[in-house]
């Protein structure tokens, strides 16, 4: 990337449909884009850039392929595991549930107003939701596997 320049949420809205799953999206790519698969750091890393739309990326047969192979790798270490080893991975799931509503509140109070009884309607909440953990929102919870409603 030449001048450095990130694609921002608001670029990823047409795949994401809201601004929250656009963030989570956005945390995946950055996730993808240093992790193991070199497929998936390919195509994470142009979404990232600007080479190419999410769509583009989501649609495109070979990096399908990457993002259902790694999936089933998941699936398929979630079944192998003992009673214990899913005990200690729902403590660490609880554990990094906790980091990311911190870290979503810290982003919050960032972008809040500064006005008193103002909302946020940039980029993290909908106008008229109470944001995130608000009424209509998450409350801090991720939607199951989705970056848009099929």
Do not use: C, I, N
Request: proline residues 7%; aromatic residues 4%.
């Amino acid at each position: 990337m030449p001048d450095g320049r990130e694609v921002d949420q608001a670029e990823l809205l047409d795949v994401a449909k809201d601004e929250d799953r656009a963030r989570s999206l956005l945390r995946a790519l950055r996730t993808l884009s240093t992790g193991p698969d070199p497929k998936l750091r390919e195509m994470a890393r142009g979404v990232l850039r600007g080479d190419l739309t999410a769509q583009q990326a989501f649609t495109d047969p070979e990096y399908t392929a990457a993002l259902f192979s790694g999936a089933a790798k998941v699936r398929r270490a979630g079944e192998q595991r003992s009673d214990a080893e899913a005990r200690e991975a729902g403590e660490r799931f609880g554990e990094w549930q906790r980091a990311r509503r911190t870290e979503d509140e810290r982003e919050d109070q960032d972008t809040s107003p500064s006005a008193p009884g103002q909302q946020p309607t940039g980029p993290w909440r909908h106008p008229g939701t109470g944001g995130v953990g608000g009424p209509g929102g998450l409350g801090g919870s991720r939607p199951a596997g989705g970056f848009g409603h099929r």
